[in-house]
C-alpha cells in the first residue's frame, strides 16, 4: 500500500483505537477546498479505504473559524463547463460517502457551499455551538452541484432543502441540530471530546456488521450517479454564464477590500 504525501493541506492523525481522523489545513483561507486539497483526500481515500484496521474516519477543519468555507472562490472562478463535467468536487464527496466505515464530519465555524457538502456526504454531523450551514452557490451564479440537491433533502426534507438551496441562507447549530442536519451539538470547547465519544461507540461494535450495515443504508436511499450526472451537465451551463464571472468578480473584490 502507498504511502500518503505529505501534503499541508490535510493532516493525518495517527490511526488510534480505530478512528482516523483527517483535518483540513488550509486556516488562512477558512479551509476553503482547492484543487491542492481536493488531491490531497482523493490520496488519503486511496490509502485508507482499503485498510481493514479504520473502522471511523473523521473529518474536521484546522482553526476555529471553520470546518470548510466553500471551494476556493478565485479558482472557481475561472472554471468552464468542461471542468464541471470533470465533477470534481462531486466526485471526491462521493468517495467520502461511499467509505467503507462510517465518516463523522467535526464541525466547527463555517461549513459553507463545498465545505457543507462536504459535512454532507458524511454520515454524521457532531458541530460545536460555532457551526453555520449554508449553500450559497445561486448568489454566485451556480448550484450547489456536489451533492446537496439530493443528500440535503434526504436529511431535512425536500421542502427545507428547497428553502435553504434557493434562499442561501445560513442555518446555525441549534437551527441544523432542530431540523435533522446536525446529529449532535456541543459548546465548542467539547466538540473533539464529543466526535471522540461517538467515533469510540461506533469502533467498539463489530467492524464487519457496521460496514455492512453502512452498504444496506446506501442501498435503500438508491443510486446517486444519475443525480450527480444531472448536476455536473447543469454546472456546466451555469460555468459559461457571464452572470457567473460578475458575480465572483464581484466576490473577490469584496473580499479584498476586507482584507
Request: net charge neutral; with cysteine.
Amino acid at each position: 500500500m502507498a504511502m500518503v504525501p505529505k501534503d499541508a493541506q490535510v493532516l493525518t492523525d495517527a490511526l488510534h483505537d480505530g478512528v482516523l481522523r483527517l483535518t483540513l489545513n488550509r486556516p488562512e483561507k477558512l479551509n476553503a477546498l482547492d484543487q491542492a486539497m481536493v488531491d490531497a483526500l482523493h490520496a488519503a481515500m486511496d490509502y485508507y479505504a482499503g485498510n481493514p484496521d479504520v473502522r471511523v474516519l473523521v473529518l474536521a477543519g484546522a482553526g476555529d473559524k471553520a470546518f470548510a468555507a466553500g471551494a476556493d472562490i478565485a479558482q472557481l472562478r475561472d472554471r468552464r463547463a468542461a471542468d464541471a463535467l470533470r465533477a470534481i468536487n462531486a466526485g471526491l464527496f462521493e468517495r467520502i460517502a461511499a467509505f467503507p466505515c462510517p465518516t463523522v464530519a467535526a464541525v466547527r465555524g463555517f461549513a459553507l457551499g463545498g465545505g457543507c457538502e462536504l459535512a454532507l456526504a458524511c454520515d454524521l454531523r457532531v458541530c460545536g455551538l460555532s457551526a453555520k450551514f449554508g449553500q450559497p452557490e445561486t448568489g454566485l451564479g451556480i448550484m450547489a452541484a456536489a451533492g446537496a440537491t439530493w443528500r440535503l433533502a434526504a436529511l431535512i426534507g425536500l421542502g427545507r432543502a428547497r428553502e435553504l438551496l434557493y434562499t442561501g441562507r445560513l442555518v446555525d447549530a441549534q437551527e441544523a441540530h432542530a431540523i435533522g442536519l446536525a446529529n449532535q451539538v456541543v459548546p465548542d470547547e467539547e466538540l473533539d471530546a464529543a466526535v471522540s465519544e461517538m467515533a469510540g461507540l461506533i469502533a467498539r461494535n463489530d467492524p464487519l456488521a457496521t460496514r455492512l450495515t453502512k452498504q444496506a443504508i446506501r442501498l435503500v436511499q438508491g443510486p446517486e450517479e444519475h443525480y450527480r450526472q444531472f448536476a455536473s451537465a447543469a454546472q456546466a451551463v451555469c460555468f459559461e454564464s457571464p452572470e457567473k464571472v460578475k458575480r465572483m468578480d464581484a466576490f473577490l473584490e469584496r473580499k479584498k477590500r476586507r482584507a
